[in-house]
């Protein structure tokens, strides 16, 4: 598709579960990002990638959050023993190069609501 | 770290006026800066962009100016319109060399007939 597409769009999870969120980013983007944006803030970085290689992980709040690239293209957002702190949107956004960079450099997918019970 | 603040949470405007959000940011060394628009139930959507070596832009119905002076940007939106309804953000390229983009709160714009 023409972008960056986020699934399930909508994820329940019971305290303690883990869950793994999918994000396909615009085909031929070498950088993939992904952000948390709790209810009311603005998005928050959590992680970076540049291709396979993940370059910056300062984002992410504890080592319960895990996220992959392997083949340079689709990644997984991996939450384990899921908190109710955890419930947030987790937006992906994808670009074609660095920052910074020309118009449109970073373009976000719909997000992932996960509520944490 | 870089920090991102906005002057206000809310702006209401009546259809037609002109609306200007701004932003403060901390860290003189910031060298690009994005507004974004982000609509309920959806992601941000890049609206226009600037580089520190400018102080404004214009678009399509939008300008931001830059005063790297007192790190201060705005995004000024023309003509104000019902679709422009949505939650807006600044967000600044922390430091050079680094790829995370630090984003402040927000501001919902509210369209009044």
């Known amino acids: 598709g023409a972008g960056v597409s986020q699934s399930p769009r909508y994820k329940v999870a019971k305290r303690g579960q883990d869950v793994a969120l999918r994000c396909d980013p615009i085909s031929g983007h070498v950088s993939l990002f992904w952000y948390q944006q709790a209810l009311g803030q603005g998005p928050e970085f959590l992680t970076y990638?540049?291709?396979?290689?993940?370059?910056?992980k300062s984002g992410l709040p504890s080592d319960r959050f895990f996220a992959e690239r392997p083949e340079g293209s689709v990644s997984t957002l991996k939450i384990q023993r899921t908190q109710q702190e955890d419930s947030a949107v987790y937006l992906c956004a994808s670009s074609r190069m660095d920052l910074p960079s020309g118009a449109n450099v970073l373009t976000f997918g719909a997000g992932s609501r996960l509520t944490v019970l | 770290g870089e920090s991102v603040g906005l002057h206000l949470p809310t702006l209401s405007v009546q259809e037609g006026d002109n609306s200007i959000i701004n932003c403060a940011y901390s860290?003189?060394?910031?060298?690009?800066f994005i507004w974004y628009k982000q609509e309920s139930g959806k992601g941000p959507q890049f609206i226009i962009d600037i580089r520190s070596n400018m102080d404004k832009r214009q678009g399509q119905r939008v300008t931001v100016l830059l005063n790297k002076t007192v790190k201060h940007l705005s995004l000024q939106i023309a003509a104000t319109q019902p679709g422009d309804s949505a939650v807006y953000f600044c967000a600044v390229h922390a430091q050079w060399g680094a790829q995370k983009l630090v984003f402040g709160q927000g501001t919902r714009l509210t369209i009044n007939p």
């Open positions: 990638f540049q291709n396979e290689a993940q370059l910056d």
């Open positions: 860290n003189s060394a910031s060298d690009y």
